[in-house]
T-cell receptor, first 111, second 113 residues
Framework: EDQVTQSPEALRLQEGESSSLNCSYTVSGLRGLFWYRQDPGKGPEFLFTLYSAGEEKEKERLKATLTKKESFLHITAPKPEDSATYLCAVFSSGNTGKLIFGQGTTLQVKP | DTGVSQNPRHKITKRGQNVTFRCDPISEHNRLYWYRQTLGQGPEFLTYFQNEAQLEKSRLLSDRFSAERPKGSFSTLEIQRTEQGDSAMYLC???????????FGPGTRLTVT
């Protein structure tokens, strides 16, 4: 059964303090790994798609990387507006279309 | 705004009542998905349409739940005889031909009292 585990569950950073969020996955043939940002009371906002080990994607202060077992979301010099829940999801060859999500990491960046 | 839209945004209902939610996907997206999200958890898959065909349903989708996409455009999700355990955020997403990337709507927050 496909599984996604994110750690830590919650992370508090000072503004400017860089860190990484982890997403570990077990899937039967990875076809894509996705990162989303979710603000309270809103739907997830698409950030990145990674397709194969070694791939990296960047957007502003965020950088996502992928290995055969996990993905990292690196946050460089975060700002308070980066505070949100970050969700990781996988799409595997065993599925017709659904994404399997982790439980998310809630990030709080203090000024 | 050309993103995914959902209505209503909030719904409060009494236990035992029926509710219906609507989702309008991004124009020309042929795939549409429904997910349910409870507090502190990631979204859980409910069902998936390609055009008007419902291709997959989760075991989470009991007989009280039904979804339609009659003309391959908007979709509706109906919950009959609501229970307190149905209280959650119901999310709709869509993706285009040849793409795995799913774009989510703002969700419908259901509260069953």
């Amino acid at each position: 059964e496909d599984q996604v585990t994110q750690s830590p569950e919650a992370l508090r950073l000072q503004e400017g303090e860089s860190s990484s969020l982890n997403c570990s996955y077990t899937v039967s043939g990875l076809r894509g790994l996705f990162w989303y940002r979710q603000d309270p009371g809103k739907g997830p906002e698409f950030l990145f798609t990674l397709y194969s080990a070694g791939e990296e994607k960047e957007k502003e202060r965020l950088k996502a990387t992928l290995t055969k077992k996990e993905s990292f979301l690196h946050i460089t010099a975060p700002k308070p507006e980066d505070s949100a829940t970050y969700l990781c999801a996988v799409f595997s060859s065993g599925n017709t279309g659904k994404l399997i999500f982790g439980q998310g990491t809630t990030l709080q960046v203090k000024p | 705004d050309t993103g995914v839209s959902q209505n209503p945004r909030h719904k409060i209902t009494k236990r035992g009542q029926n509710v219906t939610f609507r989702c309008d996907p991004i124009s020309e997206h042929n795939r549409l998905y429904w997910y349910r999200q409870t507090l502190g958890q990631g979204p859980e898959f409910l069902t998936y349409f390609q055009n008007e065909a419902q291709l997959e349903k989760s075991r989470l989708l009991s007989d009280r739940f039904s979804a339609e996409r009659p003309k391959g455009s908007f979709s509706t999700l109906e919950i009959q005889r609501t229970e307190q355990g149905d209280s959650a955020m119901y999310l709709c997403a869509s993706s285009g031909p040849g793409s795995y990337e799913q774009y989510f709507g703002p969700g419908t927050r259901l509260t069953v009292t």
